[in-house]
């Protein structure tokens, strides 16, 4: 080694790191893996985060040799298979959103709102003027003001109106030449569909500006109303949300972007393309691309996955799995109305919120609700968010639960509505069965630990 | 259909609770104008044995399952059985994001130790929870310096990985951020005449990575005390994170001016495999200083309201769900499961291990560049020390590896090569005998290195120490 390299390039050792038999390492990581709640275990009732049933399919295919060892830089001959997995996905899902081309290269929802404003920025720069403003919803995901800021814009907030949709009045007052899109999100984080986006869309495209939508919630339209189809510009599509990919514990995800054809050229290269012959190959030369996104094109894993999602459903399966999902949150709506205060009265989609207004008189607050749920044996929903709805309890149960498991979370939720009238301090302190308690997360934020360190 | 389990009775039954007549019922408030009043036009569906038969059709569609010699940034390295084995189990790969802690300790647990490792590698204080990939954690830190510094110039070394480069600039273009290119020197390493020159008191970090993207080493803690003597920070960047294993860390020096402030990076080689470009991981080391400028998740030890040891997602004022525009980065996921991937890695490799995969890195790449020198006519124009990577200049036609057309136009027909611990003895001798009869061979033979290529293997080590990760309740 000496003669190869000098003593003072290399390190001494690697302190604190131990050496380990492979039985340590799987009983350590085992024992990790009970500490998990995961779906494979029960409902996730995650509102704006569609936790569907991952299949087991898609982990077999994404596994072949052929696919984990490719390497993108390989000559195009070489990879024939794999372009044309990432070409036949962007074309289910241009269908699916009504969009004209999709680029697979961002890797999670967030970085697809940062490619989509940039490629907005970019259409409007091609015209003269970038312009300065993304008008937000104040019912919106905290990643869309933050993507559409790092996109070098200022942010503006539409309020929503009484029934929970953008406030078409208030936003008309402040569409002008200087709004450079929309970000929406629809149906929107509340799950209600914005019954005015083909006016809303009308009204931007009027003065010059586009339409950005938020595709988190599309798992409540497949097959049934498509973006593209109500005036949206650019959308990005989570496919870790209704694609199944699954969520590892916080990622990988996988965010494509799908476009309408004036914004095909800024797309992030390279791009899928055919030559004359029908093979394929990844196209550099995009003179009026925004650059690249990311290294390479983007979670080629997830693009197997999802693809064999869409693939194993057809569109009437993916029809039916948007239908259900919306079948399954009413009926926890239903359910749940007479116990818990409806934000809102407009009809829900695949996800409802409810507001902790009621139990908060006994002190019980939407995060005790949620922690107590845990006792019962279920994840908590989505609390305290979308914002604008004080205490909110969001539920979003997918169309991969059967009524039974539903029925069990209805009666776990009933069950805490009494318990926080007759006693509070049960549902106030708990979780009381798993491995630790509540969390003191002020501490932890004040003297933060993050990392082991050798005595 | 086969992921929905509520039969027709259920329908039938829920939609009676709910006092609608049919689904479509449920539908109302999306405007007619704007319904799909037909089927989606997408493949029938397919059942199991049809999509196994569709995806084995074009995974061997895909070749280079023999050895391509392709580095560039993604890299083959031999992936422990026991990761899949792992992360196979749903309690990892089904979970989500662990907010609610209770519930999600086995996760947290993993990302903390991620931490660890990442930090100890790089010799810096603190890791994130890992970011999308290198490219973007690159970006990220450029970001993060700006805020740090208040200053808008970026010197980026040209060895940097071109790709890595050109997210730098899809981020940085709209902020104001201007960035400046680093030339190399002949030896294939930053030209450091020129970046003293380049770097003014207006710089607010310099960018280098190391091993760079011609496979060399570059001097590193000389680039950071040249930053830091003129006010602005160091960044390194590492794209082959096995590297970490045996090259002294860029965060590590007995004085403080010669660490790098920002070790930013991919961590795929530690198990996660190429994947045609992703998932991999990304991960971004720190000072404790600049925490709170950090992008990214955080995983804190803190303690329950009992006194408890627990794991918990912290620093959070810092994200997009509580500062929205304000945040310091939009990012929301990380990338998890690739970090438990690196995670078990490094356990299962130990440290022992993972010096002795390097060994056989630097040792294999060195046999290989050697067997070319000697063999054929293609040149090694880079002079500078090595990790697994090399450059060829090429006299006719090269079958392996890049060609650097693309991203360096000014070296002419050159190919960059990659050889880790997985090529055999016989595959580093058959690609040198395919690049031997591209050219006329040269008539030395200069025997090198070969007892050094003894057959690779993982360390399973029996000296077990009880330290941290194996404490069951700490």
Known sequence: ?455 | MRYIPNSETDRKQMLAEIGADSIERLFSDIPENVRLRRLLNLPKALTEPELLDYFHARAAEVSGRGTPFIGAGIYRHHIPIIIDALISRSEFYTAYTPYQAEIAQGTLQAIFEFQTYIAQLTGMDVANASLYDGSTGLAEAVLMAQRISKKHKFLIARTVHPEYRAVVDTYAKNLGIHVELIEYAPDGRVDMDRLERQIGQDVAAVVVQSPNFFGTIEHTHDISELAHSRGALSIVNVCEAIALGILKPPGEDASEHRRADIVVGEAQSFGVPPSFGGPHVGFLATRERYIRQMPGRLVGLGRDYSGRPAFVLTLSTREQHIRREKATSNICTNQSLCALMATIYLATVGPKGLREICEHNILKADYAANEIRNRTRHRLIFSAPRFNEFVLKVQGQCSFGLSLSRFYPELGNAFLLCVTETARRHEIDAMVQRLAITSAPRLTCRSTSVLCLKKARLVAARSICRHWTFQRNL
Not at chain 1, 146 to 169: C, F, H, K, M, Q
Not at chain 1, 422 to 445: F, L, N, S, Y
């Open chain 1, 1 to 455: 080694m000496s003669e190869i390299l000098d003593a003072n390039l290399l390190r001494e050792d690697l302190p604190g790191m131990s050496e380990l038999s492979e039985v340590d390492v799987v009983r350590h990581f085992t024992r990790l893996s009970t500490w998990n709640y995961h779906i494979d275990l029960g409902l996730y009732p995650l509102g704006s985060c569609t936790m569907k049933y991952n299949p087991k399919i898609n982990e077999r295919i994404a596994r072949l040799q052929g696919f984990t060892l490719a390497h993108p830089y390989l000559p195009a001959a070489d990879i024939q298979g794999a372009l044309e997995i990432q070409k036949a996905l962007e074309t289910c899902l241009a269908e699916i959103s009504g969009m004209d081309a999709v680029t697979l290269q961002p890797a999670a929802g967030a970085h697809g709102e940062l490619t989509g404003i940039l490629m907005i920025r970019a259409y409007h720069e091609s015209r003269g003027h970038p312009r300065k403003k993304i008008l937000i919803p104040d019912s919106a995901h905290g990643t869309n003001p933050a993507s559409a800021a790092i996109s070098g814009y200022v942010i503006e907030t539409v309020p929503s109106n009484i029934r929970g949709t953008v406030d078409l009045g208030r936003l008309a007052a402040s569409v002008n030449e200087d709004v450079a899109a929309i970000m929406i999100t629809n149906p929107n984080t509340l799950g209600i569909f914005e019954s005015d986006i083909a006016k809303i869309s009308e009204l931007l495209h009027s003065r010059g500006a586009l339409v950005y939508m938020d595709g988190a919630n599309l798992n409540a339209m497949m097959g049934i109303t498509r973006p593209g189809d109500f005036g949206v510009d650019v959308l990005h599509i989570n496919l870790h949300k209704t694609f199944t990919t699954p969520h590892g514990g916080g990622g990988p995800g996988a965010g494509p972007v799908a476009v309408k054809k004036m914004l095909e050229p800024f797309l992030p290269y390279p791009v899928v393309a055919k030559t004359a012959e029908g093979a394929y190959f990844f196209e550099y030369e995009r003179p009026q691309s925004i650059g690249k996104i990311k290294a390479y094109n983007g979670h080629f894993g997830m693009h197997l996955r999802a693809l064999c999602y869409i693939l194993a459903n057809g569109a009437e399966g993916l029809k039916e799995a948007s239908e259900i999902a919306v079948l399954n949150a009413n009926y926890i709506r239903a359910k749940l109305k007479d116990t818990y205060a409806l934000a809102y009265e407009s009809p829900s989609l695949h996800e409802v919120v409810f507001s902790d207004r009621l139990q908060a008189r006994k002190d019980v607050h939407v995060w005790d609700i949620g922690k107590r749920l845990i006792d019962y044996g279920f994840h908590p929903p989505t609390v305290s968010f979308p914002l604008i709805v004080p205490g909110a309890i969001m539920i979003e149960p997918t169309e991969t639960e059967s009524k039974q498991e539903l029925d069990g979370f209805i009666e776990a939720m009933l069950a805490i509505a009494r318990e926080a009238d007759e006693t509070p301090e049960t549902v106030k302190t708990a979780p009381h069965t798993t491995r630790v308690g509540r969390i003191d997360e002020a501490a932890a934020a004040r003297r933060p630990v993050l990392r082991w360190k050798p005595e």
